[in-house]
């Protein structure tokens, strides 16, 4: 019988060492560049540049305009990640919503009354859609979702372009514009003289219907053990595809509401320009059309 002697290491592991303290290391790396980009002004200065954004009433209404498919964006990766399914697609999920708004907001045979709807529900189907693909492979065939649903975002990208350069191309001028959605279709505004439209109101509602999903209602509980511990959500009879597929759909929709909401028309510049701006994949909203 082969004997086991246990002794004290008197040097930690490299790698144990590392993984302690990696993440220690980024975020004192982060906040010494934020330090350095400060250096040599006024901290009291600094702190007005961010608060200026709600130092008057037109500040106010547009953070809140521009925070909007942010908030959609945060609650579809919130709602994924919950479950431990790594939904790195919003990006390509938005631009399904946008997409999708835009066709539907171009068509002359609907009723004026119906775009806006039609609009929203057609936005959160296509990136429900499209998130379902990774979602799909990952419960079926055990393929890394992470991999998929962030390729997936070039595979939809470039299928844009292809439609903006193909049967979306301006005839006349030739220019790779998507069509101009009806004026019955934009957005209601909510307060007069601002910009402050329907999205904002959505966006709101969204993030307090996720809340209640997740925090008072069996769904959330099950989402939570899926994400938890997904052997003990097996034994206690959770159907681990069917709540992984209902995760994966309603993180898209929310990533595609922002869509519908940022960009009902767009133009292929706007895109490249908003891609080499974005930091992640999941937070590709912040990009403005101008």
Not at 1 to 26: C, D, F, N, W, Y
Not at 156 to 169: R, T, V
Not at 247 to 260: E, H, P, R
Request: with cysteine; charged share 15%.
């Amino acid at each position: 019988m082969t004997g086991i002697r246990l002794e004290a290491r008197a040097k930690p592991l490299v790698a144990q060492h590392s993984s302690s303290a990696g993440g220690r290391r980024g975020h004192a790396g982060a906040v010494q560049r934020a330090c350095r980009a400060g250096r040599g002004r006024c901290p009291h200065r600094i702190f007005q540049a961010f608060l200026s954004s709600l130092s008057t009433a037109f500040n106010r209404v547009e953070t809140v305009v521009k925070a909007a498919p942010l908030v959609f964006t945060g609650l579809a990766v919130t709602v994924a990640f919950r479950a431990k399914f790594w939904n790195i697609g919003a990006e390509g999920q938005l631009l399904a919503g946008a997409m999708a708004a835009a066709f539907i907001g171009a068509r002359e045979g609907l009723p004026a009354w119906s775009l806006v709807p039609l609009m929203i529900a057609g936005g959160a189907l296509a990136g429900s859609v499209w998130a379902l693909v990774p979602a799909m492979l990952k419960t079926r065939f055990k393929v890394d979702d992470v991999v998929t649903s962030l390729l997936l975002n070039f595979v939809l990208f470039y299928g844009m372009m292809a439609l903006l350069d193909g049967p979306w191309k301006d005839p006349l001028s030739g220019y790779p514009d998507s069509p101009d959605i009806r004026l019955q279709a934009e957005f209601p505004i909510l307060l007069r003289a601002t910009r402050l439209h329907l999205g904002v109101l959505l966006a709101a509602l969204a993030a307090a219907g996720v809340w209640l999903m997740l925090c008072h209602t069996t769904l959330g509980f099950e989402i939570d053990a899926v994400g938890e511990n997904p052997n003990a959500a097996r034994y206690a009879g959770i159907n681990l595809a069917a709540v992984t597929l209902f995760t994966a759909a309603v993180s898209g929709a929310l990533a595609g509401l922002a869509g519908v909401g940022k960009w009902p028309g767009f133009t292929s510049r706007s895109w490249p320009a908003c891609r080499r701006a974005t930091a992640t994949p999941a937070l590709s909203s912040p990009c403005s059309r101008a």
